[in-house]
C-alpha cells in the first residue's frame, strides 16, 4: 500500500522556522520526484519545491526561494521541507506528493499557521 505521511506543521511566528517531513512508503522511491505542494484558504493549490530523488535536482516556487529548502534521505524514504523565514502568507495546509509520468500519490496534509 502506498503511504505518503507528512508531519512537523503546526503554529510558528512569523519570521520562525518549521521542519516538515513526509515518509513515504510502497513504493520505489528513488524512481520519483518529490514535491511539496500547498492550499491556502480560500485559494487555488500551488506548488512549493520538488526534488527528483535520483538526481538531487531541486526546484522552487518564487514565493519561497531562499527561504525553503527541500532535501531526501534515501535511506529512511523520507522528503524534507526546512521552511526559514516564514510569513503569514505561507499560512496553508501542506501536502506531500509523488510523481512518476502519469502516476501521483497524495499525502493527506499538515497544517502550518504562521501568525503576524
Known amino acids: 500500500e502506498v503511504q505518503l505521511v507528512e508531519s512537523g506543521g503546526g503554529l510558528v511566528q512569523a519570521g520562525g522556522s518549521l521542519r516538515l517531513s513526509c515518509a513515504a512508503s510502497?513504493?520505489?522511491?528513488?524512481?520519483?520526484?518529490l514535491g511539496w505542494f500547498r492550499r491556502a484558504p480560500g485559494k487555488e493549490r500551488e506548488g512549493v519545491s520538488s526534488?527528483?530523488?535520483?538526481?538531487?535536482?531541486?526546484n522552487y516556487a518564487d514565493s519561497v526561494k531562499g527561504r525553503f529548502t527541500i532535501s531526501s534521505d534515501e535511506a529512511t524514504n523520507t522528503v524534507y521541507l526546512q521552511m526559514n523565514s516564514l510569513k503569514p502568507e505561507d499560512t496553508a495546509v501542506y501536502y506531500c506528493?509523488?510523481?512518476?509520468?502519469?502516476?501521483?500519490?497524495w499525502g493527506k496534509g499538515t497544517l502550518v499557521t504562521v501568525s503576524s
Open positions: 510502497g513504493f520505489t522511491f528513488d524512481d520519483y520526484m
Open positions: 526534488i527528483i530523488i535520483k538526481y538531487g535536482y531541486a
Open positions: 506528493a509523488a510523481f512518476r509520468g502519469y502516476i501521483h500519490y
